[in-house]
């Protein structure tokens, strides 16, 4: 049992807690499903990119899946060994290109015919050879919310199946590229089997015709995209995972690459925020409190679902909103939920917040982010300060 009451009163709120005992667990179940098989997995910086989680899942053994250089700085900072450092993402400067090709790290993740093109140019600039892997796409829907569906030629991300054969041959024949994997990463929040598999089997068949051609691969990347439970929806387990890609696969030799975020810490993450005051207009209640949208986008960016919990409040629980300080109509916690009457400085836990959570943060309205505090064996500890007002404007004072 986290004492979130004590928490507070320590760190103050709006306050970010992850239980890093459960990030642990969720890593070894993971890890432990694909038992017996050579795989990596490279946990996905961006759904948690404190660098304290990227040094606990390190300590574990995991790699990084990162989009951006910042995050493969930070895997590299927080203790993540090149050689299992991945660099997916749509768009990629080339000065990301040259540290990463620099950086050595395990493969990036080629996302269009044009960006192949950028690394083979960086690449020889350098007289380097840059390892890489294509994300196909292999127009599969994955039944999740539109925003995090991403296998759709609908969708920005990844090649179709033929252009992903000619950039093989394309990286196969130059001098400067050296094709290693392959890569699919469907969607987010997935909680059906089936586009998966699907998925799978058709990038493990272009695995095979890429083998007629003697382009032999080494890794095959499956992505991330597990979901997690966050209300009653029912998840995919770990175990069904492992055997639907094993089951693709079907004796083709590869590492296997998965690139979990969510699955990993979505459930060890904790949103504290207090109330502010409890408001009504005309007959709508609303319950105000003391963190928005800057701190937990999801529910105004995806009307997404968090469960929450009234800290110690046992009265009649009746319809409201709960919503932050932000000036935006879109700024709330939670739509029509179900709470007792609130006072003034009630503590309400927001569930399941460790996933894109803090990270999407921002500082609208001049908000400061909040500390983050890890919870591990029982004792407490900050990962990250409260945002001061001096942090806020640090970048701009000096041109007053
Ligand atoms: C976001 C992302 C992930 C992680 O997705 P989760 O749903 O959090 O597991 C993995 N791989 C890529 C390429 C991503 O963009």
Do not use: W
Not at 94 to 106: G, H, P, Y
Request: proline share 4%; glycine share 8%.
């Amino acid at each position: 049992m986290i004492p979130f009451q004590l928490l507070a009163q320590e760190y103050e709120t709006p306050l970010y807690v992850y239980d890093f005992d459960a990030m642990t667990k969720q890593f070894e179940t993971l890890k432990e499903a694909f038992r017996g098989k050579k795989s990596i997995l490279a946990y996905a910086v961006k759904a948690n990119s404190n660098l304290s989680v990227i040094k606990h899942f390190a300590s574990l053994g995991s790699g990084a899946d990162c989009v951006s250089i910042g995050e493969v700085r930070r895997a590299l900072m927080a203790g993540v060994p090149a050689y299992k450092i991945l660099f997916s993402g749509v768009g990629k400067r080339d000065d990301e290109l040259r540290e990463a090709i620099l950086s050595d790290i395990l493969y990036i993740n080629v996302e269009s015919e044009a960006e192949l093109g950028r690394v083979e140019m960086v690449a020889s600039q350098l007289d380097k050879v840059a390892r890489i892997s294509v994300r196909v796409n292999p127009n599969i829907d994955p039944q999740t919310h539109p925003y995090i569906s991403t296998g759709l030629h609908d969708n920005k991300f990844g090649v179709d199946l033929d252009s992903a054969k000619r950039m093989y041959i394309k990286a196969k024949n130059s001098q400067f590229l050296d094709p290693v994997g392959i890569h699919f990463h469907i969607g987010s929040q997935l909680t059906q089997l089936e586009p998966i598999y699907e998925a799978a089997v058709i990038v493990a068949d272009l695995v095979r015709s890429l083998s007629a051609i003697s382009i032999d691969l080494k890794f095959f990347d499956m992505g991330g995209g597990l979901g997690v439970q966050y209300d009653n929806e029912v998840t995919i387990t770990p175990y069904d995972y492992a055997q639907a890609i094993l089951g693709a696969l079907k004796g083709l030799d590869l590492t296997i690459i998965g690139e979990p975020g969510r699955f990993l810490t979505a459930n060890a993450g904790y949103f504290l925020t207090k109330v502010l005051y409890e408001k009504k207009n005309g007959s709508k209640r609303f319950v105000v409190v003391d963190g928005g949208m800057n701190d937990l986008l999801r529910p105004s960016l995806y009307k997404a679902y968090h469960r929450i919990e009234a800290i110690g409040k046992k009265g009649e629980p009746s319809a409201c909103d709960v919503v932050g300080p932000v000036c935006e109509s879109g700024d709330f916690l939670a739509k029509g939920y179900e709470l007792p009457l609130m006072e003034h400085n009630d503590l309400l836990v927001v569930h399941s917040a460790g996933a894109y959570g803090f990270g999407m943060g921002s500082n609208y309205n001049t908000r400061g982010r909040s500390a983050e505090v890890a919870f591990e064996k029982g004792e407490a500890r900050l990962i990250r300060d409260r945002e001061t007002f001096e942090d806020l404007v640090v970048l701009e004072t000096k041109y007053l």
